[in-house]
């Protein structure tokens, strides 16, 4: 096991197991940051024993983000909400990721991968648009040579988009066509670009990027060719 340590706020969601195990099985110790540890423990028999620790952390909090970070080697934030229930947009996705970078930036991480959404937009009409791309400028003020990834739609065994559709199926006679059937999407997999991301960006963008002061970003590639490979930084590509 390595020495290398990567704190991963909200490592106990759907897109976190799998960023939780994919970075078990390549050795990383992990500490998870999250508001109810105990929901989490799904996740220790993902690694060796000792591998995969918890601590209780609400993201808005400073001075706990901070504590979560310390030591860390790498940082990822994976949090994100769709619907405002005890916690605000501006609070988890604006707030909390400045935290969580000017937390980063003070523990001397060398890696922070930060997750937004592919309609990030200060100018959007929503909410959830806006905040999300007031986190990425927030990102980018703290920690320069960050990894922002902008995914569309998660797909996976334990995901709420396509998961939903098939239960409505198993019920109902007939199936709505979002966009009279013509909108379009771009899913991802889960454990084929956060985990790679934030091991390839210690020699890539955590370098070369930080040299030239750019962020790195990530967004799905609209080719439907299997021969596209993502390109992850304005500067330098990070390839699959």
Partial sequence: ????????????????????????????????????????????????????????????????????????????????????????FEDVQAEGAANIARAAAD????????????????????EYATTKAQGEQAVRESFPQAVILRPSIIFGPEDGFFNKFAAMARYLPVLPLVGGGHTRFQPVAPSSWVAPASIRSRNCCS?????????????????????????????????S
Avoid: Y
């Fill in 107 to 126: 523990a001397g991480a060398t890696v922070l991968v930060h997750v937004s959404a592919i309609g990030a937009d200060a100018q959007s009409e929503s």
């Fill in 207 to 239: 370098s070369s990027c930080a040299r030239r002061g750019a962020s790195a970003f990530w967004r799905p590639c609209p080719s439907a060719s299997r021969r596209c490979r993502p390109r992850s930084c304005r500067s330098c590509p990070i390839r």
């Fill in 1 to 88: 096991m390595s020495t290398n340590l990567v704190t991963i706020f909200g490592g106990s969601g759907f897109l976190g197991r799998h960023t939780v195990r994919a970075l078990a099985r390549a050795g990383w110790r992990i500490r998870v940051a999250t508001r109810n540890p105990g929901r989490g423990f799904f996740l220790r028999p993902l690694g060796t024993v000792g591998q995969i620790d918890f601590v209780k952390c609400d993201v808005a909090d400073a001075d706990s983000v901070a504590t979560a970070v310390k030591g860390s080697n790498a940082v990822i934030n994976l949090t994100g909400i769709l619907f405002q229930k005890g916690q605000t």
